[in-house]
Protein backbone atom coordinates (compact mmCIF):
# COMPACT_ATOMS: atom_id res chain seq x y z
CA UNK A 1 0.00 0.00 0.00
CA UNK A 2 1.11 3.53 -0.78
CA UNK A 3 0.07 6.67 0.98
CA UNK A 4 -1.99 7.57 -2.66
CA UNK A 5 -4.44 5.60 -0.98
CA UNK A 6 -5.08 7.82 2.14
CA UNK A 7 -5.48 11.45 0.18
CA UNK A 8 -8.28 11.49 0.36
CA UNK A 9 -11.43 10.31 2.84
CA UNK A 10 -13.37 8.74 0.17
CA UNK A 11 -11.62 5.18 1.30
CA UNK A 12 -13.51 5.34 4.56
CA UNK A 13 -17.15 4.17 4.49
CA UNK A 14 -18.08 6.35 7.42
CA UNK A 15 -17.74 10.45 8.33
CA UNK A 16 -16.06 11.84 11.51
CA UNK A 17 -14.99 14.72 13.84
CA UNK A 18 -12.75 15.62 16.67
CA UNK A 19 -12.92 16.83 20.27
CA UNK A 20 -10.13 18.33 21.73
CA UNK A 21 -9.42 17.63 25.62
CA UNK A 22 -7.05 20.41 27.58
CA UNK A 23 -3.49 19.34 29.26
CA UNK A 24 -2.53 21.70 31.71
CA UNK A 25 0.57 22.71 34.17
CA UNK A 26 -0.98 22.60 37.64
CA UNK A 27 2.02 24.72 39.09
CA UNK A 28 0.45 27.82 36.97
CA UNK A 29 -3.10 26.16 35.50
CA UNK A 30 -1.76 27.58 32.31
CA UNK A 31 -2.85 25.44 29.04
CA UNK A 32 0.34 23.24 27.63
CA UNK A 33 -1.22 21.34 24.43
CA UNK A 34 -4.68 20.03 24.09
CA UNK A 35 -5.58 16.45 22.56
CA UNK A 36 -7.40 15.02 19.46
CA UNK A 37 -10.12 12.81 20.63
CA UNK A 38 -11.99 11.25 17.84
CA UNK A 39 -15.64 11.62 17.31
CA UNK A 40 -18.59 11.02 15.12
CA UNK A 41 -19.52 13.30 12.86
CA UNK A 42 -22.30 15.29 15.14
CA UNK A 43 -20.03 14.86 18.68
CA UNK A 44 -21.20 11.06 19.08
CA UNK A 45 -18.87 9.00 21.42
CA UNK A 46 -15.56 7.61 19.51
CA UNK A 47 -16.96 3.71 20.23
CA UNK A 48 -18.90 4.81 17.16
CA UNK A 49 -16.28 5.72 14.65
CA UNK A 50 -13.82 3.00 16.15
CA UNK A 51 -16.17 0.45 15.70
CA UNK A 52 -15.83 0.74 11.82
CA UNK A 53 -12.16 0.85 11.64
CA UNK A 54 -10.73 -2.28 10.30
CA UNK A 55 -7.74 -3.84 9.11
CA UNK A 56 -8.56 -2.40 5.28
CA UNK A 57 -9.33 1.17 6.07
CA UNK A 58 -7.45 1.64 9.08
CA UNK A 59 -4.17 2.99 7.28
CA UNK A 60 -6.61 5.90 5.77
CA UNK A 61 -7.97 6.50 9.26
CA UNK A 62 -4.89 7.16 10.97
CA UNK A 63 -3.73 9.38 7.86
CA UNK A 64 -7.38 11.48 7.74
CA UNK A 65 -7.45 11.66 11.26
CA UNK A 66 -4.05 13.64 11.47
CA UNK A 67 -5.49 15.76 8.95
CA UNK A 68 -8.84 16.42 10.44
CA UNK A 69 -6.88 17.15 14.06
CA UNK A 70 -4.88 19.77 12.43
CA UNK A 71 -7.15 21.72 10.12
CA UNK A 72 -9.36 22.05 12.65
CA UNK A 73 -6.48 22.93 15.05
CA UNK A 74 -4.73 25.75 12.49
CA UNK A 75 -8.73 27.23 12.41
CA UNK A 76 -9.23 27.34 16.50
CA UNK A 77 -6.62 26.46 18.48
CA UNK A 78 -5.50 29.26 20.88
CA UNK A 79 -1.83 30.70 19.53
CA UNK A 80 1.23 28.69 20.41
CA UNK A 81 -0.99 25.83 22.22
CA UNK A 82 0.52 22.30 20.94
CA UNK A 83 -1.60 19.72 19.70
CA UNK A 84 -1.19 15.92 20.97
CA UNK A 85 -2.44 13.25 17.79
CA UNK A 86 -2.70 9.93 18.50
CA UNK A 87 -1.70 7.60 15.87
CA UNK A 88 -1.81 3.92 15.13
CA UNK A 89 1.76 1.97 15.42
CA UNK A 90 0.38 -0.49 12.86
CA UNK A 91 -1.08 1.60 10.33
CA UNK A 92 2.34 3.15 9.63
CA UNK A 93 4.09 1.23 7.05
CA UNK A 94 7.35 3.93 6.29
CA UNK A 95 7.77 6.39 8.30
CA UNK A 96 8.81 8.77 5.93
CA UNK A 97 6.41 8.11 3.15
CA UNK A 98 3.42 7.58 5.36
CA UNK A 99 4.32 11.33 7.19
CA UNK A 100 3.96 13.04 3.85
CA UNK A 101 0.70 13.76 3.99
CA UNK A 102 0.99 15.43 7.14
CA UNK A 103 3.22 17.52 6.91
CA UNK A 104 1.76 18.78 3.97
CA UNK A 105 -1.37 19.49 5.49
CA UNK A 106 0.44 21.66 8.38
CA UNK A 107 2.41 23.67 6.02
CA UNK A 108 -0.90 24.11 3.89
CA UNK A 109 -2.66 24.97 7.08
CA UNK A 110 -0.05 27.11 8.98
CA UNK A 111 0.61 24.80 11.74
CA UNK A 112 3.71 24.79 13.00
CA UNK A 113 5.15 21.70 12.98
CA UNK A 114 6.90 22.01 16.34
CA UNK A 115 3.87 22.46 17.85
CA UNK A 116 2.54 18.92 16.93
CA UNK A 117 3.60 16.03 19.59
CA UNK A 118 2.26 12.22 18.61
CA UNK A 119 1.34 10.12 20.68
CA UNK A 120 0.62 6.27 21.03
CA UNK A 121 -0.92 3.90 23.34
CA UNK A 122 0.85 1.16 25.29
CA UNK A 123 -2.36 -0.63 24.63
CA UNK A 124 -1.33 -1.69 20.98
CA UNK A 125 0.90 -4.27 20.37
CA UNK A 126 3.40 -3.79 18.10
CA UNK A 127 7.12 -4.44 16.58
CA UNK A 128 9.35 -3.31 18.79
CA UNK A 129 11.54 -2.36 16.45
CA UNK A 130 9.20 -1.38 13.67
CA UNK A 131 7.98 1.41 16.74
CA UNK A 132 11.23 2.73 17.73
CA UNK A 133 11.79 3.51 13.91
CA UNK A 134 8.86 5.89 13.72
CA UNK A 135 9.41 7.50 16.79
CA UNK A 136 13.27 8.12 15.93
CA UNK A 137 12.13 9.35 12.54
CA UNK A 138 9.16 11.64 14.11
CA UNK A 139 11.70 12.91 16.30
CA UNK A 140 14.53 13.76 13.29
CA UNK A 141 11.23 15.81 11.38
CA UNK A 142 10.94 18.01 14.31
CA UNK A 143 7.52 16.69 15.96
CA UNK A 144 7.49 15.35 19.87
CA UNK A 145 6.76 12.06 20.90
CA UNK A 146 4.75 10.42 23.90
CA UNK A 147 3.96 7.44 25.27
CA UNK A 148 0.19 6.96 26.69
CA UNK A 149 -1.41 5.21 29.22
CA UNK A 150 2.22 4.36 30.67
CA UNK A 151 2.04 1.38 33.30
CA UNK A 152 -0.98 -0.40 31.51
CA UNK A 153 0.33 -1.80 28.32
CA UNK A 154 2.35 -3.71 26.52
CA UNK A 155 5.94 -1.68 26.25
CA UNK A 156 6.58 -0.56 29.59
CA UNK A 157 10.22 0.30 31.00
CA UNK A 158 11.44 -2.04 27.86
CA UNK A 159 10.70 0.43 25.76
CA UNK A 160 11.43 3.31 28.14
CA UNK A 161 15.06 1.77 28.17
CA UNK A 162 15.47 2.09 24.53
CA UNK A 163 13.80 5.16 23.49
CA UNK A 164 13.40 8.24 26.16
CA UNK A 165 9.79 10.04 24.37
CA UNK A 166 9.55 13.98 25.32
CA UNK A 167 6.39 12.87 27.25
CA UNK A 168 4.95 10.13 29.21
CA UNK A 169 1.52 9.71 30.44
CA UNK A 170 0.68 7.90 33.34
CA UNK A 171 -2.54 5.54 32.63
CA UNK A 172 -5.69 6.70 34.81
CA UNK A 173 -5.74 4.09 36.99
CA UNK A 174 -2.54 4.52 38.77
CA UNK A 175 -4.01 8.86 39.03
CA UNK A 176 -7.44 7.54 40.38
CA UNK A 177 -7.83 8.22 44.06
CA UNK A 178 -4.58 8.89 44.61
CA UNK A 179 -4.99 11.69 47.14
CA UNK A 180 -6.47 8.13 49.39
CA UNK A 181 -4.10 5.43 47.96
CA UNK A 182 -0.51 5.64 49.74
CA UNK A 183 -0.07 2.51 47.60
CA UNK A 184 -0.19 4.62 44.31
CA UNK A 185 1.56 7.67 45.70
CA UNK A 186 4.40 5.64 45.97
CA UNK A 187 4.50 4.12 42.75
CA UNK A 188 3.80 7.71 41.00
CA UNK A 189 6.42 9.77 43.18
CA UNK A 190 9.04 7.15 41.96
CA UNK A 191 7.98 6.73 38.20
CA UNK A 192 7.97 10.64 38.60
CA UNK A 193 11.48 10.99 39.56
CA UNK A 194 13.01 8.11 37.13
CA UNK A 195 11.08 10.57 33.86
CA UNK A 196 12.70 13.85 35.41
CA UNK A 197 16.22 11.64 35.79
CA UNK A 198 15.26 10.76 32.15
CA UNK A 199 14.63 14.51 31.01
CA UNK A 200 10.76 12.89 30.11
CA UNK A 201 7.41 15.17 30.71
CA UNK A 202 4.69 13.59 32.87
CA UNK A 203 1.22 14.12 32.13
CA UNK A 204 -1.21 12.41 34.64
CA UNK A 205 -4.30 11.45 33.09
CA UNK A 206 -7.87 10.75 34.55
CA UNK A 207 -7.01 13.73 36.89
CA UNK A 208 -11.19 14.76 38.54
CA UNK A 209 -11.03 15.67 41.95
CA UNK A 210 -9.09 18.76 43.47
CA UNK A 211 -8.01 15.71 46.26
CA UNK A 212 -5.97 14.38 43.24
CA UNK A 213 -4.79 17.57 41.74
CA UNK A 214 -3.36 18.78 45.56
CA UNK A 215 -1.46 15.53 45.82
CA UNK A 216 0.00 15.61 42.13
CA UNK A 217 0.65 19.29 43.28
CA UNK A 218 2.61 18.24 46.39
CA UNK A 219 4.35 15.19 43.89
CA UNK A 220 5.73 18.30 41.63
CA UNK A 221 4.04 16.61 38.71
CA UNK A 222 3.82 18.46 35.10
CA UNK A 223 1.16 18.59 33.52
CA UNK A 224 -2.56 16.77 34.27
CA UNK A 225 -4.93 16.24 32.01
CA UNK A 226 -8.94 15.30 33.15
CA UNK A 227 -12.74 15.70 33.81
CA UNK A 228 -10.96 18.08 36.92
CA UNK A 229 -9.79 20.87 34.07
CA UNK A 230 -12.00 19.99 31.28
CA UNK A 231 -14.08 17.55 28.93
CA UNK A 232 -13.34 16.96 25.94
CA UNK A 233 -15.41 19.78 23.73
CA UNK A 234 -16.43 18.60 20.13
CA UNK A 235 -14.44 20.51 17.41
CA UNK A 236 -13.46 23.36 20.02
CA UNK A 237 -10.88 24.60 22.23
CA UNK A 238 -12.05 25.24 25.56
CA UNK A 239 -10.08 28.69 27.29
CA UNK A 240 -9.30 27.07 31.00
CA UNK A 241 -7.52 28.09 33.50
CA UNK A 242 -6.80 25.73 36.40
CA UNK A 243 -6.60 27.00 39.54
CA UNK A 244 -3.25 28.04 40.88
Known sequence: MTCSACRTAKDLPFAFS????????????EVFAYEALVRGPAGEGAASVLGAVTSENRYAFDQQCRVKAIELAARSAPAASRLSINFMPNAVYEPRA?????LETAQRVGFPVDRIIFEFTENEEVDTNHLLNILRTYRSI???TAIDDFGAGHA?????AKFQPDIVKLDMDLIRGIDHDRARRVVVKHTLAMLAE???????????TAGEVAVLRDLG???IQG??????????????????
Open 198 to 208: FGIMAICEGVE
Open 221 to 223: VDL
Open 156 to 160: GLNLL
Open 142 to 144: GFA
Open 227 to 244: YVVARPAFESFEAVRLAA
Open 98 to 102: CIRLT
Open 18 to 29: MAFQPIVRPSTG
